[in-house]
């Protein structure tokens, strides 16, 4: 009889751990399911394409410094492909807009000073100038005191992306990203102290060392960092 009795005890306490441990893994599952069923994908119904010249003019202006953008003269190709002053300004920044007929998204703001070796840069480029060109014929003029870059430390702020969406309750744009350039003509990683390669992301280096095009280059973090 008391054998019966504690095999009839042992049977109960196994029964019993065995429902407490079905009911862990059901609610460990329940808790697992609600983490996954909780997490939201990003939501970019609001975007919008830059379609219109008021667009290109909202998001050119997002290269340049905030308490900046008011007062800046935004230039570049409109939606009619012609290149244009979008908007009128009267300070010391001028603002590149995207062309719409390339891929991305990238605009640039700059020191006015340094808008007649931008210009010659644009003007040989449509004379079918190739890149390499482009740099020594500027190098030349520089050197020889033709073209002028303004004064040494001179700034290029470049807003650029993969993406041509945008809000426009923001104006900015998908995924869009800041780099910067300061520009200091024949400078030398000698001459500032600076490695002539980029240590880090968002660490400053000197690019084009000893050249006209001699400039700091700060990049951005990357999104893994």
Not at 82 to 95: A, M, P, R, S, Y
Not at 146 to 152: F, N, S
Not at 156 to 161: C, E, K, R, T, V
Request: charged share 25%; net charge negative; proline share 5%.
């Amino acid at each position: 009889m008391e054998r019966l009795l504690f095999v009839f005890t042992c049977l109960l306490l196994i029964s019993s751990c065995n429902s407490s441990d079905s009911t862990a893994k059901k609610d460990t599952n329940t808790s697992d399911l609600k983490d996954t069923t909780n997490k939201k994908s990003v939501d970019k119904t609001h975007l919008v394409p830059i379609d219109t010249d008021t667009a290109l003019i909202a998001t050119a202006l997002m290269a340049a410094p905030k308490e900046s953008r008011d007062n800046c003269t935004v230039i570049g190709y409109n939606m009619a492909g012609e290149f244009v002053t979008l908007k009128e300004g009267n300070n010391e920044f001028i603002v590149l807009a995207d062309n719409p007929n390339d891929s991305g998204f990238s605009a640039a703001c700059y020191h006015r000073d340094l808008e007649p070796f931008m210009a010659r840069g644009r003007a040989l480029k449509a004379m079918g100038k190739s890149r390499t060109e482009i740099f020594d014929i500027r190098e030349e003029e520089v050197k020889s005191g033709k073209l002028d870059m303004g004064k040494a430390g001179s700034t290029l702020h470049i807003y650029y992306g993969q993406d041509a969406l945008y809000d426009p309750k923001t104006s900015e744009v998908d995924g869009a990203i800041y780099r910067y350039v300061v520009y200091l003509p024949f400078a030398t990683s000698a001459s500032t102290g600076l490695p002539e390669q980029p240590i880090s992301a968002n660490h400053p280096w000197i690019m084009n060392p000893g050249t006209h095009k001699a400039h700091i280059m700060i990049s951005p973090k990357s999104d893994k960092n």
